[in-house]
């Protein structure tokens, strides 16, 4: 198992403070620094952990807001083309059943006129009968034989004229029955169409029913997961913000006994970020302790100042300026160069995760990454740099 670096380096003071004076005290100081460095690596990384879930959960809910914002949009015509399909279907049905009034309307006329069709011929079978009824002897011979020409005359007039009258009804009952057949019969056409109408209005209004079905059921599930993931990330906000609070406590300490044994053994120390610039315009790009300085080390140049700290820890811009590098980078392992104009640039490696991309533009203070140990790297540290023209100078001055 790797033992972090920042634990090696506080045993590391522990032993050079042993042959100082107060060197148990100091003893003990590096002690207490190397348990509340654990606890905060520990608070850090459960950090980081939330901070990667809150940012799923954030890209979830702005996916889901996009996806019901799409069903939405297409669900707003089709609704409007269910309510036209069902309210012409409807329409149709009503069509149908005015339809289906007239026609038994008609059919009822049809059978009066068939009833009294029937009458009439019952009316005038009877006349036909009275007429015969005194016998075999023809009625009109009898005229001829017993009386006057005239009476003759009158008689078959009589007879002519009640002949025309059951002529002319006979003749207007088959008329009106002609034409109530005629129209039952342009009833029964409409009632086919109305019945087809009908139908075809019932599929469209069913198939518009279903889609906008569909549609409502995939806008529900979109809620309801939206409301879920809304309350799991409002439930990680506050998560973090205590982490938050238990790790800023926590990292007050550990600066605390830090800047005990730096004060101890004499050397630099790089305190918590400073928002005041230095005189040359310079912050501190993260809060730790110097573990190695600019200069030569292990017999070549060692360019850049390592800033030992918990990985996870912000490392921000020190100085205004513009991403020209961000990313992978050999032994620098995760690298982000800033270009600050007038050929000078600073340079932040082995983080754990960079935070920008090249060509964004950073404020001094600004988020550029945490700190970490990829590329060539023994632990967890921040590897400082300042190049003027692309010249490496020490850091130190400048912050």
Known sequence: MRIPRYAVIASLLAAG?????????????????????????????????????????????AVLTRRLRDVNKRLAPLAAR?????????????????????????????GIATSRLRLQREVLAERIREIYRGGDEDPLLGLLQGGSLAEL???????????????????????????????AA??????????????EAGVRAEAATAAAHALDVE????????????????TIRVDRAHIEDDAAGLREQSFALAKRIAEIQGVPYAGPADTTPSAA?????????????????????????????PIGRAITAAKS??????????????????????????????????????????TQGGLIGYVGSTGHSTG?????????NGVAQSPLPYL
């Open 17 to 61: 403070a042993a042959a100082l004076p107060g060197a148990a005290g100091a003893t003990g100081i590096a002690d207490r620094k190397q348990a509340v460095d654990e606890r905060l690596y520990g608070a850090e990384a459960r950090l980081i952990a939330v901070i990667n879930r809150q940012a799923v959960l954030t890209s979830d809910l």
């Open 82 to 110: 269910r309510d036209t399909a069902v309210a012409a279907h409807r329409m149709a049905v009503g069509t149908l059943a005015q339809v289906n009034r007239d026609l038994a309307f008609q059919r009822r006329q049809l």
């Open 153 to 183: 005359a009158g008689a078959t007039a009589g007879i002519e004229r009640a002949t025309e009258r059951d002529r002319m009804m006979i003749t207007a009952v088959a008329r009106y029955r002609g034409l109530t057949r005629r129209s």
């Open 186 to 199: 342009r009833i029964a056409v409409l009632k086919e169409r109305a019945v087809a109408a009908e139908a």
């Open 219 to 234: 806008q529900r599930v979109l809620r309801r997961t939206r409301r879920v993931r809304a309350r799991m990330l409002a």
């Open 281 to 309: 315009g310079f912050t501190w790009p993260t809060s730790g302790q110097i573990s190695s300085a600019f200069g030569p080390r292990w017999g070549r140049m060692h360019e850049g100042l390592d800033i030992a700290a």
């Open 321 to 362: 300026g513009r991403v020209i590098v961000a990313g992978p980078s050999g032994g620098y392992g995760n690298l982000v160069v800033v270009d600050h104009g007038g050929g000078l640039s600073t340079a932040y490696a082995h983080q754990s995760r960079i935070a920008v991309s090249v060509g964004d533009p950073v």
């Open 380 to 388: 967890p540290h921040l590897h400082f740099e300042v190049r003027v």
